[in-house]
């Protein structure tokens, strides 16, 4: 087990294995963003041996309320490229009490809902966001700004 | 290895090898060119020997990688790179410590760029 905290950006093992051996489709399943408060999760963050959200620690994980504000929508694997691509997301009213969250997850959502963090593993994870991570959430919207380049959200 | 001590010349259509300075080997030079194809030969195997475990390595990313360039024609080796390849691609290998001896992932995580928007006001529709 390690930390991927201070490591960069990077996919979780378990989402390589995922896209790997086809039980992850980038195209038809659901994916959805969260951030972590590392100070609150137990581990001090994501570790590369996390598999499933409920590896983080419930109170260090915060997202709007609104599930499908939490959701990439449109999400599409740019043919040939082995790029994932989706819509800019906006989660509305983040509220983490004050405090900064220093990490954002892309996780696949299992079961329809945002509800069974068991069962949602987790895909992706990002400290850095162009010096715009940590960020404070204050109650209002949190917009996430995809990357317009060509590794988009990311590249296999 | 008293390497320097070895000295090889040639007289006439033979090859003498001198050994601290005395003839210890005085042989055509047809028969040279077979000792010095055999000596390059067990060389080669002599150097597979010791650096093995480094071949092996080598080849196994190369195979994983799908680079078809073979670093030896040792069957051995060769069979030992092919496991060891095997091993680097099997699911769930990223979990281990091999992460950090094997192929870097060329997976790329873009940045993307985080706004957070002021709380919206109660009522602030309403004209002021």
């Known amino acids: 087990m390690a930390t991927m905290v201070g490591s960069g950006n990077a996919l979780f093992?378990?989402?390589?294995?995922?896209?790997?051996?086809?039980?992850?489709?980038?195209?038809?399943?659901?994916?959805?963003?969260?951030?972590?408060?590392?100070?609150?999760?137990?581990?001090?963050?994501p570790q590369d041996d996390d598999d499933y959200l409920d590896d983080i620690t419930a109170g260090a994980i915060v997202k709007s309320a609104t599930e499908s504000a939490n959701r990439i929508a449109s999400p599409v694997a740019t043919d040939g490229d082995g790029v994932a691509d989706g819509n800019d997301v906006t989660m509305t009213s983040v509220n983490n009490g004050g405090a900064?969250?220093?990490?954002?997850?892309?996780?696949?959502?299992?079961?329809?809902?945002?509800?069974?963090?068991?069962?949602?593993?987790m895909v992706v994870f990002i400290e850095d966001a162009n010096g715009t991570m940590p960020v404070t959430p204050n109650g209002g919207d949190i917009e996430i700004q995809w990357d317009n380049g060509a590794n988009k959200i990311f590249k296999l | 290895m008293a390497i320097e001590a070895i000295r090889i010349g040639a007289e006439g259509d033979k090859v003498i090898i001198a050994i601290k300075g005395r003839p210890a080997l005085e042989?055509?030079?047809?028969?040279?060119?077979?000792?010095?194809?055999?000596?390059?030969?067990?060389?080669?195997?002599?150097?597979?020997?010791?650096?093995?475990?480094?071949?092996?390595?080598?080849?196994?990313?190369?195979l994983a990688a799908g680079v078809p360039v073979g670093l030896t024609g040792n069957p051995v080796l060769q069979r030992e790179a092919r496991k060891e390849a095997a091993h680097l691609l099997r699911p769930g290998f990223l979990n281990t410590k091999r992460t950090v001896e094997g192929i870097p992932s060329a997976a790329v995580v873009a940045q993307p760029t985080i706004t957070v928007r002021p709380p919206r006001q109660g009522g602030s529709d309403a004209p002021g």
Do not use: M, Y
């Not at chain 1, 489709?25 to 581990?43: E, I, L, P, R």
């Open chain 1, 13 to 45: 093992p378990i989402s390589r294995n995922g896209f790997l051996v086809g039980t992850f489709d980038w195209d038809s399943d659901t994916w959805f963003c969260v951030f972590v408060d590392n100070s609150v999760d137990a581990q001090g963050g």
């Open chain 1, 100 to 121: 900064a969250v220093e990490s954002l997850l892309i996780c696949r959502e299992i079961g329809g809902d945002q509800t069974t963090p068991a069962n949602d593993e």
């Open chain 2, 27 to 62: 042989i055509p030079w047809q028969h040279a060119d077979q000792l010095w194809r055999a000596i390059r030969q067990k060389t080669i195997h002599a150097r597979e020997h010791a650096q093995a475990a480094i071949i092996v390595a080598d080849q196994a990313t190369l």
